[in-house]
């Protein structure tokens, strides 16, 4: 058993609140990532689950049992450390087993499992060496080692690919994964790089100034995320947003409208609201014939165009008079659109794009929560065509 | 690419303006020349100012004792039963084998209470730690002499505490050692707080979650990658302990079985009469071998802390 439960946890110091009322339930053998910009509390809050930090507020459950107030020897977790952390005055073996020889096991039941967690690792042969005579990734191994040797409860991870190079991490994203169905054992992990997060989890829970945002399967994140913070966060490059006004007719803006019903939605006109769309949900309008429910066309004009190989990402103007702002592509003014390799466009160009209904995001402008993930339903939809931006009307 | 008559100047000029132009030129041309000359410069004085005395005391101990008077650089005669006789005269190794004992006690109790002090100091941030800090430096600035008093009737039962009088210490170890660990603790905090804090955090944190209490941690984990440290501050506090005199000579009455250290021994070779001042330099020149011993074996120790201790994280 090693379930985790966060109730109410809140650390403040002095002048901050590092992470505020989190409630979390983690089931076992379920692997969730904790992900966040820097500084969002993610970090502490495993510290709170390892009992490296304490809580202010709240208690901290592991396997059933509260631990709020344990010393992290005594909560049964392990944990693997962004920066490693492998005791540089032991070699390999003396690494692994540090834990087992803290709690005076055997000297053949520690050879026995230090042996396995060598084998499960790949380390075998290598139990002599010192850390300073090993690679990034041998040492992240000897430190996943030492982690799995105890049989833990619950693993921690705290960015643990985080110092490696970018080809050694997906490979040993590719093996904790498999580490993970082999053990079964509850994983809680770490990280601020949301591809990471995507592709481990089971769950990812989102934080943002040291409070929960949503916590939910990858795809449903991506797909229905709970408010703006979410939506941007998850997803590269991430969602469009253009900040508009709910209508009679629907959502209008400075620069294009898209027609609904508003009362299907519960949305009344007056509203401020934001519409976010994915950069693959937009098409050309030409091939956006293609899908079920297009909205109407959208006339702008490309601006930078960057062919990333398996497909070509473009910035769209809405408005002659501005710039790309590539430092903030959810910039109101623009759209990010992605679309296929073999397209034939130019940067200057004129283009008429669509927007596909179904995936199209309303939030509310003021408390950011999620109103609705699909424009589909509205009956307003069906044969209406969204007029194109607000020069188009002359 | 100097021409010819470029260099035909230059050489004629060195030439004609002596020997010390010529060889300040040459050093401007060949740096290395002139660095290797300072080198060996400072590294002769140092090597006169800090072994002169040695020798100085050898001199002293090989003349037989009639004939020391208007000594020059050569002893006069050769008598090297004086390190003999230093030990039938008095039990000078008893005294020696007190201030040893006296030095590793006071080194221990160091080690430790700085180690804790040096811990909390250089891995914890808590109100207070900067004046804590400032307090104990200023308590390492005092003369050792502005507690001698005070001290000297607490150890000899003259205070009274809550209507006890204090304990009777004087002529015991421990009139020694406590005033030598409290005046010997700043420093040793203050080196041991330094290497600590460079400890990185994900150790200790890896070190508490595998298992260990913080206390734990900072024995197996902070301590020994503190190596260097550690050494440096055990060998400067064993010294000083060594070479202490102010205490050493007021707090026993100077009988080896009393614990008085090496200080007591040398004087004693002096009567109220005479004083065999060979007798003195070949217990002067023994008393200094066990520290030679420690600093050579500590410096190797040093040495290798410093180069395995490549804290990578």
Redesign the interface.
């Known amino acids: 058993m090693g379930d985790v439960k966060l109730e109410n946890v809140t650390k403040r110091y002095e002048d901050v609140t590092a992470v505020d009322n989190m409630n979390i339930q983690i089931h076992d053998g379920e692997f969730v990532c904790l992900v966040g910009p820097s500084g969002c509390g993610k970090s502490t809050t495993m510290e709170m689950v390892a009992g490296l930090t304490m809580p202010t507020e709240g208690t901290v459950h592991i396997a059933g049992r509260e631990v709020t107030n344990l010393p992290p020897k005594d909560r049964g977790v392990a944990m693997v450390f962004q920066n490693i952390a492998l005791f540089p005055h032991m070699d390999v073996y003396d690494n692994i087993s540090f834990g087992l020889r803290l709690r005076n096991f055997e000297k053949d039941e520690i050879d026995r499992r230090v042996d396995k967690a060598a084998e499960v690792v790949q380390l075998e042969g290598m139990l002599d060496r010192m850390p300073d005579e090993m690679s990034g990734g041998q040492r992240q191994r000897v430190a996943i080692a030492r982690a799995i040797v105890r049989q833990p409860d619950v693993f921690l991870m705290d960015e643990p690919l985080a110092n490696l190079d970018a080809k050694l991490r997906v490979h040993m994203r590719t093996e904790l994964q498999r580490l993970h169905k082999d053990l079964e054992t509850t994983v809680i992990y770490v990280t601020h790089d949301q591809a990471e997060a995507m592709t481990m989890s089971d769950r990812i829970a989102i934080i943002d100034g040291g409070q929960l945002q949503q916590i939910d399967p990858p795809l449903e994140c991506y797909n229905q995320p709970a408010n703006l913070f979410v939506a941007g966060f998850i997803g590269s490059p991430s969602m469009n947003f253009v900040e508009g006004e709910v209508t009679e007719n629907g959502f209008t803006s400075e620069y294009m409208d898209v027609e609904f019903d508003p009362s299907n939605y519960g949305v009344s006109a007056g509203d401020k609201v934001t519409l976010g769309v994915r950069p693959e949900d937009i098409y050309p309008a030409e091939s956006g014939r293609s899908i079920s429910s297009p909205t109407g066309e959208i006339r702008t004009k490309t601006d930078v165009i960057e062919p990333m190989g398996d497909e070509i990402f473009i910035y769209l103007l809405l408005s002659e008079e501005v710039e790309t702002d590539l430092e903030d592509p959810a910039a109101s003014n623009q759209l990010l659109i992605s679309v296929p390799p073999d397209s034939d466009v130019e940067e200057d160009q004129d283009m008429s794009v669509v927007l596909d209904r179904n995936k199209i995001h309303l939030f509310d402008t003021e408390s950011g929560q999620a109103i609705e993930h699909s424009l589909v339903a509205s009956p307003a939809a069906s044969g209406a065509s969204g007029t194109s931006g607000a020069e188009s009307d002359d | 690419m100097a021409s010819e008559g470029g260099t035909a100047t230059r050489s004629s000029d060195s030439d004609s303006q002596g020997g010390y132009e010529g060889w300040v030129q040459s050093s401007i041309q060949n740096p290395d020349r002139a660095y290797r000359a300072a080198f060996y410069v400072v590294m002769i004085f140092f090597l006169v100012t800090t072994l002169f005395p040695l020798y100085w005391l050898f001199i002293l101990a090989v003349t037989p004792n009639n004939m020391i008077s208007n000594m020059g650089l050569l002893p006069k005669g050769f008598n090297p039963g004086a390190f003999v006789e230093v030990f039938t005269t008095l039990p000078f190794h008893w005294y020696m084998f007190n201030s040893f004992i006296l030095a590793l006690i006071t080194t221990v109790i160091v080690l430790i209470l700085a180690s804790l002090a040096g811990y909390v100091f250089g891995r914890f941030d808590f109100k207070g730690r900067g004046a804590l800090m400032l307090l104990i430096l200023a308590i390492s600035y005092f003369p050792p002499a502005a507690f001698l008093l005070p001290l000297f009737r607490l150890f000899t039962g003259n205070i009274e505490i809550l209507g006890l009088s204090s304990p009777m210490l004087y002529n015991t170890p421990g009139a020694l050692f406590l005033p030598f660990s409290a005046l010997s603790l700043p420093l040793a905090i203050f080196i041991l707080t330094t290497f600590y804090a460079q400890i ?1 955090d ?2 200790e ?9 913080r206390l ?1 941690a900072l024995f197996r ?1 902070i301590v ?2 503190s190596a260097p440290g550690v050494a440096t501050a055990a060998v400067l506090t064993f010294i000083w302990v060594y070479n202490e005199f102010f205490f050493s000579f007021l707090m026993v009455d100077g009988q080896a079985k009393n614990w008085a250290p090496i200080v007591w021994g040398i004087l004693g070779y002096q009567g109220q009469y005479s004083a065999s001042y060979n007798l003195m330099a070949a217990a002067g020149l023994i008393g200094v071998l066990p520290i030679a011993i420690l600093v050579v074996i500590a410096q190797e120790k040093i040495v290798s802390g410093l180069t ?6």
């Open positions: 990185p994900g150790l944190d890896a070190a508490r979650v595998e298992g260990t209490t734990g984990v020994p990658l395995a201790g490549a804290l990578k994280e």
